[in-house]
């Protein structure tokens, strides 16, 4: 009888059984609740690094309008001025050179599309459209005012002046 004690009993097997069923259930919510730990972390540290990378945006969207008006500026100053105007225009470029600088250091690049560059809507925005002899349709013609992306994100884009569809010397829309 001895023996018979040894043999396992089918309630002992459907204990066994159960308890490695429970295991499993509990090994595998272990294994989710991990990777859910992994995944929050991963998505904190992409929001943290994003949001390191975009603190400045707002200040450089603030900042683009005074190298702006700085760039007009410069643009009516007197190509030949002597004395104290050329000093000034002279003190006027070294700053606006500084303050592309400081743009280009933290990240925020200028967008300045040239002419016959093909049209991109995620950086240049299309103040106008005509046509032209030169440039197939979809080409940028002219850069009416500069853009600036920071990290690759648009911040501000080129306002651009765009040859209209049917334009260039075939007069076939190269557009793709």
């Given at each position: 009888?001895?023996e018979?004690?040894?043999?396992?009993?089918?309630?002992?097997?459907?204990?066994?059984?159960?308890?490695?069923?429970?295991?499993?259930?509990?090994?595998?919510?272990?294994?989710?609740?991990?990777?859910?730990?992994?995944?929050?972390?991963?998505?904190?540290?992409?929001?943290?690094?994003?949001?390191?990378?975009?603190?400045?945006?707002?200040?450089?969207?603030?900042?683009?309008?005074?190298?702006?008006?700085?760039?007009?500026?410069?643009?009516?100053?007197?190509?030949?001025?002597?004395?104290?105007?050329?000093?000034?225009?002279?003190?006027?470029?070294?700053?606006?050179?500084?303050?592309?600088?400081?743009?280009?250091?933290?990240?925020?690049?200028?967008?300045?599309?040239?002419?016959?560059?093909?049209?991109?809507?995620?950086?240049?925005?299309?103040?106008?459209?005509?046509?032209?002899?030169?440039?197939p349709?979809?080409?940028?013609?002219?850069?009416?005012?500069p853009?600036?992306?920071?990290?690759?994100?648009?911040?501000?884009?080129?306002?651009?002046?765009?040859?209209?569809?049917?334009?260039?010397?075939?007069?076939?829309?190269?557009?793709?």
């Amino acid at each position: 009888m001895g023996e018979a004690a040894d043999v396992p009993q089918d309630d002992d097997l459907a204990v066994v059984d159960a308890l490695i069923a429970e295991r499993d259930e509990w090994k595998d919510r272990a294994l989710r609740a991990v990777a859910e730990a992994e995944n929050t972390k991963r998505r904190a540290e992409t929001q943290a690094n994003d949001a390191r990378a975009y603190a400045i945006q707002r200040f450089a969207k603030d900042l683009l309008s005074v190298a702006d008006t700085l760039e007009r500026g410069l643009q009516q100053a007197p190509k030949d001025a002597e004395g104290p105007v050329a000093a000034i225009v002279t003190g006027l470029e070294l700053t606006q050179k500084s303050l592309l600088s400081a743009f280009e250091a933290n990240g925020l690049t200028r967008v300045e599309p040239q002419a016959g560059e093909a049209f991109d809507p995620h950086l240049h925005q299309a103040m106008m459209e005509q046509p032209s002899d030169t440039l197939p349709g979809g080409s940028v013609i002219q850069t009416l005012q500069p853009g600036y992306a920071l990290f690759g994100r648009t911040v501000r884009a080129a306002m651009v002046v765009v040859a209209a569809k049917g334009s260039g010397p075939s007069g076939v829309d190269t557009r793709a």
